[in-house]
Every structure is written in structure tokens, then in C-alpha cells.
């Protein structure tokens, strides 16, 4: 009689948290990783124009009133980021309950 040999569950790979995070189309992860990559490229943007006008030959007054807009900028950027990332999960969480 021929026996079966079953395969070595070691040789199989595994996926990682991650990857069974995505596959399960786990909506509330996509939406997180895109508004931190948007807010991400956005103070990247921020900070690249600050550099450049911090080399810039502008007199120093109005130097620091465009620190202080790139300030208030970047608060008003994570206001809105943040806001919008709890209004999207409250949004999946009513519709999870629905059905």
C-alpha cells in the first residue's frame, strides 16, 4: 500500500499581517495608508518650499511671515487629514453595522 505523504507546512509560505490585511480588503487600512501617504507628499511639498525659501535672498521680515503660513499650513493640513480619516472610518463602521 502507497502512502500518502502530506506536505511540510514549514515549506509554505506565509503571508505577513500585512498582506492578509490587504487581501482581505480590509477598507479602513486602505483608506489609512492613502491619507498618510496624501499627508505625507503634502509636508514633503511644504517642507521642500520652506528650504527653498529659506535660501532665498527675501528680506527677513517677510521671511518669518511665510514660516508662520508654512506653520499654519501644515496645522490645517493635519486638521483636515485627520478629520476626514475619522469621518471615513465612522462611515465604514455605520455601514458595517447595517450589513
Same mark, same amino acid.
Given at each position: ?19 492578509? &490585511?490587504?487581501?482581505?480588503?480590509? @477598507?479602513? #487600512? ?9 499627508? *505625507? !507628499?503634502? /509636508? ?13 535672498? &527675501?528680506?527677513?521680515?517677510?521671511? @518669518?511671515? #511665510? ?9 490645517? *493640513? !493635519?486638521? /483636515? ?19
Amino acid at each position: 500500500m502507497e502512502e500518502k505523504t502530506q506536505p511540510d507546512k514549514s515549506l509554505v509560505p506565509r503571508k505577513n499581517f500585512l498582506m492578509e &490585511l490587504w487581501d482581505h480588503n480590509r @477598507e479602513i #487600512l486602505k483608506e489609512l495608508l492613502k491619507h498618510v501617504l496624501i499627508f *505625507a !507628499l503634502f /509636508i514633503g511639498s511644504l517642507t521642500l518650499l520652506h528650504e527653498v525659501l529659506r535660501f532665498s535672498s &527675501l528680506p527677513n521680515d517677510r521671511k @518669518e511671515a #511665510l514660516d508662520k503660513i508654512h506653520f499654519y499650513m501644515c496645522v490645517v *493640513a !493635519l486638521v /483636515i487629514f485627520s478629520t476626514s480619516f475619522m469621518i471615513k472610518v465612522i462611515i465604514f463602521e455605520f455601514k458595517d453595522m447595517k450589513g
